[in-house]
């Protein structure tokens, strides 16, 4: 029976509960999981008093309610998995190195920011930074796959080294800002700035992009890589149609040897 | 990965024959800027002064400062970060298309003539100011402009700097670094500094409404701020600091008048160019200053219980367990 | 009043190594020859050292505050301080903040250190940083090598006036000595070049070369009498071959005091990067025959680390080599500073070799009163890695593990295999105390004998010694324990050193023009005021009476 926690106080403020990852409530009781220490705001206090909480010593974990102050959920687990009935908040699946995390409804900023493995999915919209880097930081995602079925904010996959982020819905500004590696698939499209400033990485959209200007048109071309990311992305029931696509390769300010490639 | 490459007002003075003001208007927002710093200047290395400079505006409409400037760009709005790569781009002769550049409200013969001129210069600095840091794409307009910044020193010298708004906001941005090791957008919720703009900086705090309480010195957010983050200060307790009556204090529960900065209350503030300055007070006051008033706030708290666990004895304990 | 027994002193001012002795110390923080009652700390089978001191960090003031505004990454993955009612917040890593800085300091037995480049432009800052540093004393070094308005007085032969602008400049910033940092090139730097060659006129100049500019503030300190000597910072820092300038720079010094700042970046031969080598033999050989020579020997440590210095053309290559951050500020009038995050590998040949290099000086400079520990805190490595030199420095075998870990081809340009000398316990006091105490000329400092600063540190002895100079079990200063059992209890504010030269009252008016020509700040905004300074300790200079 996996840990199950259901909202009963909504917090008032940021709720801060990083140990809400398999790897660890995988050894606990029921009673120590209760007695487990959340941050609200500046306050310690017991899980219990926010969460109903149910089950024990899982490697499931499943959460119910309007959670969009809850931060930091799964942050760096490595195995097992985490379900979301209702919204998240920010940070999830953070520094994740394995394992699975399912969202019914909206997450927020930095969901899977430089994770190493594992897998996400954000049945609703999700906010910025999706597996992006930390500030300051030289790597975002360095591996995994991230999927976002609605829309998502700013700098999705900034200077993300490897891995896959999926997004079923429109991106903003900045989509792949500085990114080095790794692939982005947008279902449909993104606001400005795609691209800006890319090393390395591809970028693949299904709806047309307003390319930055530093970006220059190579070729129409079905990419020899698109069966192999298909087939990645089909257990998901994620499709890609085979082409053929346009291929622009930049970000020549940098100057850079990334590919967008837009679906002609 | 470019960084910040700058120096102080001085090195602009003595030095720079080649200055960029972009998204900026120092003719009437920083009205001492051109005769103090920057253009007017004569000195051992520019002794012709003005002739011996050559000034360039960029900026989304014709200021003022357009009249005091060689040259004056107009780029299109929402086209600075695209104009700035276009030129991190042709520095290093990589190709751009015609109708791209047209894109951004400028020609080619005008952006390769700039290029042009800032290779050519000896010493060349960009001024930046809230029409490129606080338009669509912010932090990362900065960003770009002080790439380019650092990648013209493979060229020539070059430097760039913010054009800071009033008050002193570099202060407390120098003191939060040596404090904090972060300059704003702080959490110390957990007992140790974190950082995360976008997640604790003041208006998407209150914006997302995730304070129960504000406390606010030098500033007057009720002004500037977006509505939701003005309705969530006005729903919140909220105590301003301030001389004067703004739209902040008028929303708070608390307003404790204190003596003006600079004019009745002594200390230091720092330059746009992150120079420390004295504040000698000229008039006394008969409020107590800033640092008086939040002193005695801190000693009425030390007598309440702690609110953090108490460190115990192993040097392990000094630290947490995770960073977040 | 505290007294602790049955520990083993080492105190090398006094020539006493490992003697059991009690020692005393009284209300007003000073050794004494004896108290009655007070506090009894039995350090039985303990170690005494006088508390550390450090001769070159870097750690408060416009230029590491900009290293911390450059790294958030790496203060997410480091040591954070949490609140406590006694304690304040803060971050350790490669530019600890302000809190954190006194505290690591502290936590490792130093409780003297020297921020060894301050422009006198941004002073008033790093005062203010510094009374932000608790527990530990602190001095502060003016940079005056590339000062415009005195190398102007230098460049017209103006000796006298040229004494007297520094000493103007040095009570303006209240400072604690003068600090040279590759002399004319940080000024060249400011048009995009360097001054590589001791004797060739510096970029705007007629005459003046850098070697004249090192005879002269080697001179003028001495003239003067300041406590520590010139703080050297030799031109073409960390570039291959650079021996030959080095040497050359010493030279210069013409016999009198200096003290040659991290040594390890200047002690390099080969014609190139893939010729680079240690030649660090001839430099030990030079400092062993000039005993009026100190050095600190600026080790390298492999991991990350941010730099920072004044020597803006070396970041901007090393920037270059690294691809990573780039941080510049050019100070008007003054010098200026680089800032770039790097990480010294042993794999990488350069990297070894500079690692063997500082270790090699600090081992074939025989007087331990001559070399001290540092790393340049945080260029070669944090502040708050020293135990790890220390463990180097006492167990050969320990240096022939981590010799294991190179590169072969590194092995022929180095001569750390064939040292096996291994520093005793005294030396190690020597090294890390008494000696820069001296150097620094802070006679209370340093030592335990009656009348000195009760700065104390007791270790408890133990084999593995990094794990022993990591974890004191007391620290005292003051007399007053502020570090029991690894935990801060105390974190009382230190004092500041300042010197004030001996001036000629006209001085102000000679400078007044010239400076509101160069500068942007009022005259009068200038010079730090003295009650601007928390906890002043103040010493007038009187010139020596022979010269
Ligand atoms: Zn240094």
Known sequence: MPVTLRLKRPPIVPLEAEFLSPDVLATLSHAEISAMIVHHGKRRLPLSEFFDVEGERSEDLVLHGELHKLRWVGRGMRRGSITVHGTIGMHLGAYMRGGRIDVHGNAGDWIGAEMKDGTIRIRGNAGGQIGAAYRGAMSGMRNGLIMIDGSAGLEVGMRMRRGTIVVGGPTRDFTGLQMKGGTILLRSGAEIRTGAWMQRGTIISLKPLQMMPTFTYSTTTTPGFLPLLSRHLAPHGITLPTGPYQLYRGDRAVPGKGEILVLA | MGGKVTCTLGEVKQRADFIIYWGGNPAECHPRHFTKYTIMQKSKFLPRGRKDRTMVLVDIRETKSAKAADIFLQVRPGKDFELITILRALIKDQPVRDEDIAETGLDRAAVEDLVRRMKGAKFGCMFFGMGLSMTRGKHMNSAALLTLAAEMNAFTKFVAMPMRGHGNVTGADVIMRWQTGYPFGISFNRGYPRYNPGEFSTVDVLVRGDCDAAFIIGADPGATMPQPAIDHLARIPTIVLDPHITHTSRLARVHITTAPQGISAPGTAYRMDELPMPLSPALKSPYPTDEEVVRRINEAIAKKPFWLPDGGPSPHQWTSQVNL | ?547
């Open chain 3, 1 to 547: 009043m505290i007294r602790i027994t049955g520990g083993k002193i080492y105190d090398p001012a006094q020539g006493i190594d490992g003697q059991v002795r009690d020692l005393c110390i009284d209300d007003t923080g000073k050794i004494v020859e004896t108290v009655s009652g007070g506090r009894i700390i039995d350090a039985t089978g303990m170690v005494i050292f006088p508390g550390g001191v450090d001769v070159h960090t870097h750690v408060a003031g416009g230029a590491i505050n900009f290293a911390r505004a450059m790294t958030p990454e790496d203060h997410r993955r480091t040591q954070a301080f949490i609140r406590t009612k006694t304690r304040r917040s803060g971050l350790g890593g490669m530019a600890p903040t302000t809190f954190a800085t006194g505290y690591l300091y502290a936590g490792m037995g130093f409780t003297t250190v020297n921020e060894a480049a301050v422009p006198v432009l941004s002073a008033r800052h790093t005062h203010e940083e510094l009374a932000d540093i608790p527990i530990i004393d602190k001095a502060s070094l003016t940079l005056m090598a590339n000062n415009e308005i005195l190398l102007e007085q230098l460049e017209q032969g103006e000796y006298e006036r040229a004494k007297q602008v520094l000493s103007w400049y040095l009570w303006a910033a209240k400072s604690y000595g003068v600090k040279a940092v590759n002399p004319g090139g940080v000024k060249a730097w400011k048009y995009g070049h360097d001054a590589k060659a001791l004797d060739t006129p510096i970029d705007g100049y007629h005459r003046l070369t850098p070697g004249q500019i090192v005879t002269n503030l080697a001179r003028i300190c001495d003239d003067l009498g300041l406590p520590h000597p010139v703080h050297l910072h030799c031109n073409n820092l960390g570039a291959p071959g650079n021996i030959t300038t080095t040497l050359d720079t010493l030279a210069r010094l013409e016999g009198h005091r200096a003290h040659i700042a991290h040594s390890q970046y200047h002690a390099y031969g080969g014609d190139g990067w893939d010729t680079m080598c240690s030649e660090t033999t001839v430099l030990a050989e030079y400092f062993n025959s000039h005993p009026n020579l100190t050095t600190d020997a600026g080790v390298v440590l492999f991991g990350d680390t941010v730099t920072i210095t004044a020597d803006g053309p070396w970041q901007h290559l090393l920037y270059k080599l690294t691809g990573r951050k780039w941080g510049n500020l050019d100070v008007e009038n003054e010098t200026g500073c680089g800032i770039v995050p790097y990480t010294y590998r042993p794999s990488n040949v350069v990297n070894a070799v500079q690692w063997a290099a500082g270790l090699e000086l600090l081992l074939m400079i025989r007087d331990p009163w001559q070399v001290f520990l540092s790393t340049d805190h945080p260029n070669g490595g944090c502040f708050w890695r020293y135990p790890e030199i220390i463990q180097m420095l006492m167990s050969a075998e320990f240096r022939r593990e981590c010799l294991k870990k190179l590169p072969d081809r590194v092995k022929s340009r180095i001569k750390l295999p064939e040292l096996d000398r291994e520093y005793t316990l005294l030396e190690i006091a020597t090294a890390m105390s008494a000696g820069p105490a001296r150097a620094l000329g802070l006679t209370h400092k340093g030592h335990l004998g009656v009348g000195a600063d009760a700065d104390v540190v007791v270790y408890e002895e133990q084999v593995d010694i990094q794990q022993m100079f990591s974890h004191p079990r007391y620290v005292i200063k003051a007399g007053e324990v502020v570090l029991e059992d690894g935990d801060i209890r105390e974190a009382p504010q230190g004092k500041e050193f300042l010197v004030r030269p001996a001036m000629d009252p006209a001085t102000n008016d000679f400078i007044r023009p010239l400076f509101e020509d160069c500068y942007t700040m009022k005259f009068e905004h200038y010079p730090v005021e003295l009650e601007r300074i928390e906890h002043p300790d103040l010493r007038d200079c009187q010139p020596p009476a022979t010269s």
